[in-house]
């Protein structure tokens, strides 16, 4: 049961442009959402999250949305850098219980 | 602070062998997590801690695997008689309760049973 979802396995965006990456969730007690990122050959690192109180936490160039009656969550990175390429994973948590999406592989062109 | 760490990074094994791998979270977290991962999919929950206490367990942990942390700090994770499907990276996280839920993960060790 995939409770959280990345439709998009991959996204390329150029230097300087926005990137959006998206995420859609089923269950609707998540109370609790965040973004990480993995370089490969490391585990994942914590980048922003949100309280499902909230419907945005920016963060720098990271700004996390939240629609919660689409259940649909997004991550924007403005302008993006090619330091930013990597996998992101979305994720969601029900009390102890948190999912993470499939993921979502950012390119960041020069 | 010395973050999540993990050992070994990479392990080898024949199918039916046990394997044992160790986490060392971040040494005043409470929580510890282990988590599965492979190729394409995100990180799966499989069991967590809360000091020394195994207080959740998901229904991917078969009773071949099994997981301690006898003193509350470092935990070990066995998975016995192995199979290729265990294939997978077995991540380690820590938290601290009520520290914005956030997970710090370890790399992780990679396991491929021939």
């Known amino acids: 049961d995939q409770q959280v979802k990345q439709n998009s396995p991959s996204l390329s965006v150029q230097e300087g442009r926005i990137s959006i990456l998206n995420c859609d969730y089923t269950?609707?007690?998540?109370?609790?959402f965040l973004w990480y990122k993995k370089y490969p050959a490391e585990g994942p690192t914590f980048l922003i999250s949100i309280s499902s109180i909230k419907d945005k936490n920016e963060d720098g160039r990271f700004t996390v949305f939240l629609n919660k009656s689409a259940k649909h969550l997004s991550l924007h990175i403005v302008p993006s850098q090619p330091g930013d390429s990597a996998v992101y994973f979305c994720a969601a948590k029900e009390k102890n219980d948190m999912r993470f999406g499939a993921g979502t592989r950012l390119t960041v062109k020069p | 602070d010395t973050g999540v760490s993990q050992d070994p990074r990479h392990k080898i094994t024949k199918r039916g062998q046990n394997v044992t791998f160790r986490c060392d979270p971040i040494?005043?977290?409470?929580?510890l997590y282990w988590y599965r991962q492979t190729l394409g999919q995100g990180p799966e929950f499989l069991t967590y801690f809360q000091n020394e206490a195994q207080l959740e367990k998901s229904r991917l942990l078969s009773d071949r695997f099994s997981a301690e942390r006898p003193k509350g700090s470092f935990s070990t994770l066995e998975i016995q008689r192995t199979e290729q499907g265990d294939s997978a990276m077995y991540l380690c996280?820590?938290?601290?309760?009520?520290?914005?839920?956030?997970?710090?993960f370890g790399s992780g060790t990679q396991l491929s049973v021939l």
């Open positions: 269950n609707s007690m998540f109370d609790y």
């Open positions: 996280a820590s938290s601290l309760t009520g520290l914005n839920e956030k997970l710090f």
């Open positions: 040494s005043e977290h409470n929580r």
